[in-house]
């Protein structure tokens, strides 16, 4: 299967190593991967934020990259759910004026943009429905729950929102982890609240954010765990670096690189 | 009461929750009661095995409404006048002031009881019967609290939840003798003394007071029916005693026929308080004997709502608070960080839809949210509160700051070399990039750490091993 790797924009510049692990992981599968070089972002910042045209813009590239494969593979909840729930709104909402948008300050100064544009809404409407999170691909594509991993340690798993309300996951990474070798998965309180990364929400209402991430930690601690996973690194950040910053000991790791994770390699 | 119903000129919706995050004592009482009551919730949904249609049948039905208001409203207004009641219709705040404050005056009395009702809050009623020296008495319990505290409501069914007992005690203690009967004088913090206290106060208001104000949950349009949901009886006194009722409702609050309550009256009370059923319906239609009868239909903005194609689903909303109570930003920073008598979530769909986004709270609203979508979850009538907030974010203006920074990283997404040669720099610079970054970045590293920088980015790491391969 010709599977192209959407490795997102957040994990490409800060967290190489789960791409490489999506890497590891689908080629034991027996995957044949690509990464196309052209994509990006899929410009949720900007959608979320309040900036529709750029995310738009943004939107019409990442299809324009996508559309040509069979299955579109992401270790992102939060991109993925982007793509699925956000870009046929986009494609839905597009004001006819912008049909062909102009470059972001330059004006126009990306090529055929107008004939990309006018088929905006049809590549949205093909490539969408290839776009699979990390574990759905492997549960509902694949068809497998035991990937071959080993991973002694305990482990609490955080179901981000936009994996749980966004994808509706439901209890595939759970799945996964609990047939891991040597991984003793232990359950997280109030598991289904928001930690408060939310984006710009971090950053807009700090405040807020940080009292709500400051209950996740204390609850991820709770559990005596030594990893919380999730399969969002955008959250893993933000709960990771108040983990850190109170010295909890307590490491986060992306749901790949723990099913990457094999006795061979240790 | 200071202001409540208008909230104008406040500050930011940040700058209040950073307020509220730091009081402890209201965080408690906050977190105690949602919790409560979202459990409550969730029991009395799970038992229903149709939850889902039901939903769908509540969220259609008003859609359908909506889509036909013009012909509805007629519809009722022409039912309510043929029951003997009088139809009267406001455009904004100031205008349904007035024509109550005529009605009132008409009447020769000076005071009036009210049902709770969050339309008059919205409009400041209360104060602006005050300017024309009539006072509005709350009877609601938790409405009591507020008035008598001299506070304002900081949730849509609870509106006193940001106080505990003891501080309602101090309050009744304090404050019951100059609005009326007092609070005796060895009152305990008890929810029954408290309760106990509540009703003597009231039962010598309702007894002595000729003229009612009202809201109402629902309208019926074929036959010109209010209907009120409550749970302590106070609404049924403030319907049936007084001469003279006048009912405040919002344009949105219609259902075409009497079948369709059916569907809200199983939606509503499972959502809000967590009951199969509330302790009260009432229900009126036009003027009984020897009461006259006064509905005010309230535009205040919201035909305006209704013309925005993704913000107009907002108007289903039945004011039930499912989506406070779940909320997880509600609960960190209290109702009256939102600066609206419409907290929470929907509160900050709604008010900068009926208001606009002129003031700096009402620009702030949209962003009140981290986007869980737990409210989008609870809502019985589905209304995608997500989806509404980020096309609110795309109509409100942004800071010069903020819109650099956002076409930067436009710009930088809109070339993969672009990317690539950032994600380069970064590699590079990855040493000195300080523990605590400047300006509005700031707010990041006051609590977090930020990740280590990778020497290398994935792109890079692909390309010079062939992805893996050498």
Redesign the interface.
């Known amino acids: 299967m010709r599977v192209a790797l959407f490795i997102t924009c957040v994990n490409d510049t800060l967290f190489p190593g789960t791409g490489q692990a999506v890497v590891t992981l689908l080629r034991r599968l027996g995957c044949d991967v690509e990464f196309p070089q052209a994509q990006t972002c899929c410009g949720q910042m900007h959608v979320n934020t309040g900036y529709p045209e750029e995310g738009r813009r943004l939107a019409g590239h990442f299809v324009d990259v996508f559309a040509g494969y069979d299955a579109v593979v992401a270790p992102s909840g939060s991109c993925a759910a982007m793509v699925r729930e956000q870009y046929p709104r986009l494609a839905r909402t597009t004001p006819a004026r912008t049909a062909a948008p102009a470059g972001l300050l330059t004006g126009g100064s990306a090529p055929a943009t107008a004939e990309r544009d006018d088929s905006f809404a049809r590549r949205v409407a093909e490539t969408v429905p290839k776009v699979h999170d990390l574990s759905e691909f492997l549960v509902d594509v694949l068809g497998v729950t035991d990937v071959g991993a080993y991973f002694p340690h305990r482990v609490t798993y955080h179901p981000t929102c936009h994996s749980l309300r966004g994808l509706h996951l439901g209890d595939r990474p759970t799945r996964l982890l609990r047939e891991v070798r040597g991984l003793e998965l232990v359950p997280l309180p109030g598991a289904e609240e928001c930690c408060g990364f939310g984006g710009t929400f971090a950053v807009k209402n700090p405040a807020v954010s940080a009292a709500m991430c400051a209950d996740k930690v204390h609850n991820v601690a709770s559990t005596g765990a030594e990893v919380l996973c999730a399969a969002d690194n955008s959250c893993l950040m933000h709960i990771g670096g108040t983990l850190r910053r109170q010295r909890t000991g307590v490491r986060i790791m992306h749901l790949a690189e723990i099913l990457a994770s094999t006795e061979a390699a240790r | 009461m200071s202001g409540a119903g208008t909230f104008l000129g406040m500050p930011a ?2 700058h209040n ?2 307020a509220a ?1 730091q009081d402890s004592q209201l ?1 408690f009482n906050l977190r105690k009661a949602t919790h409560t009551i979202r459990g409550k919730r969730a029991a009395v949904v799970g038992e229903l095995p149709d939850w889902a249609e039901l939903r769908r049948a509540g969220k259609e039905i008003k859609d359908h409404t909506l889509r036909h208001l013009d012909r509805y409203l007629l519809q009722l207004e022409e039912a309510v006048t043929a029951a003997g009641g009088h139809v009267h219709w406001a455009s904004d705040a100031k205008e349904a002031n007035r024509i109550v404050a005529d009605l009132v005056k008409a009447t020769g009395e000076t005071s009036v009881v009210k049902v709770k009702s969050m339309a008059t809050q919205e409009i400041g009623l209360n104060e602006a019967l005050q300017e024309e020296g009539i006072t509005a008495y709350e009877t609601d319990l938790a409405e009591l609290i507020v008035q008598l505290g001299d506070d304002w409501p900081s949730h849509i069914l609870v509106p006193a939840i940001h106080r505990n007992r003891a501080e309602i005690r101090e309050i009744f203690q304090e404050k019951m003798a100059e609005w009326g009967r007092a609070a005796p004088e060895e009152l305990t913090d008890e929810p029954r003394a408290l309760a106990e206290a509540a009703r003597l106060h009231l039962r010598e208001r309702f007894l002595s007071t000729k003229v009612a104000v009202s809201g109402a949950n629902f309208m019926i349009a074929e036959t010109g029916t209010l209907v009120v949901l409550e749970s302590e009886g106070n609404g049924r006194m403030c319907l049936t005693l007084p001469e003279t009722l006048i009912s405040v409702v919002g344009v949105e609050k219609l259902l075409p026929t009497w079948r369709d309550l059916e569907v809200f009256l199983q939606l509503l009370p499972r959502s809000s308080t967590g009951e199969r059923m509330n302790p009260y319906t009432s229900t009126w239609t036009g003027a009984t004997e020897g009461q006259e009868f006064h509905l005010v239909l309230l535009d205040n903005g919201r035909t305006d709502v209704l013309a925005d194609e ?1 913000g107009r689903q907002a108007l289903r909303c039945i004011r039930c608070s499912a989506c406070l109570n779940v909320c ?2 509600y609960e ?2 209290g109702g009256h960080a939102y600066g609206s008598v419409y907290p929470g979530p929907i509160g900050a769909i709604l008010t900068p839809q009926l208001r606009g986004t002129a003031s700096a709270i009402d620009a702030s609203l ?9 409210c ?2 609870a809502c019985p009538v589905a209304i995608d509160i997500p ?1 509404v907030l ?1 096309h ?5 203006r ?1 800071a010069r700051a ?1 819109r650099l920074g ?2 930067a ?8 070399s672009r ?1 690539a040669r ?2 380069r720099l ?1 590699g590079r610079l990855r040493r000195f990039v300080p523990g605590r970054l400047p300006g ?2 700031s ?2 590293t ?6 280590d ?2 020497a ?4 890079d ?3 010079r091993t062939d ?2 391969a050498r």
């Open positions: 919706f940040p929750a950073a995050v965080r993704v997880p930003v960190r920073a949209p962003y009140a949210s981290s986007l869980c979508g737990a989008f979850e989806e980020v609110l974010r795309g109509k409100v942004h903020e956002m076409r990283a436009g710009w930088i997404f809109d070339r993969p990317l950032v994600q970064g509005p970045l707010a990041w006051d609590t977090r750490e930020i990740p920088i990778p290398e980015s994935f792109r790491w692909w390309n992805g893996g």
